[in-house]
């Protein structure tokens, strides 16, 4: 059995769960969740438990059993506390500020540019280096931050651009003849 499939996921307070078939419909405080799983993927309600099934060991069902626990937890910590994923600008003049509910990034190039936000998504900025991506849906939420990311993608020979918090780039020497001085 999968470790991850096999553990129970704890509904809390304020959280409805309605299970029709193989299309699972999560409500909290944040919003609502709702999505289609494979129908050969049992999904179980007991108390304040929801418990995930597979009914063989094939390799497709063993693919689909911890994944769809795993997405099944995530609509409900997203309709609870919700995601959030965190970008920072590193670079000189790179800033970020909010526009309304627009994110306007001046990041290098000759314009600035301005990012609409899905619906379920908001900008957040502290200070003028630090954009933050928040959502109920964690899959939306990343991809969001990563189509921010892409706007100037960090380079590897100055460290310049937009990069997750944390992430560690790894930077590359440059030119051979810039650093030993005159060539013979």
Known sequence: MSRVGRAPIAIPLGVEVKIEDCFVTVKGPRGELSRKFHQEISI??????????????????????????????????GVTTGFQRSLELSGVGY??????????????????????????????TEGTGRVIVAGIDKELVGQIASKVKDV?????????????????????????????GKKK
């Open 95 to 124: 800033r970020a500020q909010k526009s309304g509910e627009n994110l306007v990034l001046q990041v290098g190039y000759s314009h600035p540019v301005e990012m609409t936000p899905p619906s379920g998504i908001s900008f957040q």
């Open 44 to 77: 179980r309600r007991a108390d304040n438990m929801l418990q995930v099934e597979r009914p063989s060991d094939s390799h497709t069902h063993r693919s689909l059993h911890g994944t769809t626990r795993s997405l099944l937890a995530n609509m409900v910590q």
């Open 152 to 180: 100037r993608r960090v380079d590897p020979y100055k460290g310049k651009g937009i990069r997750y918090s944390g992430e560690v780039v790894r930077r590359k020497a440059g030119k051979a003849g810039k650093v030993g």
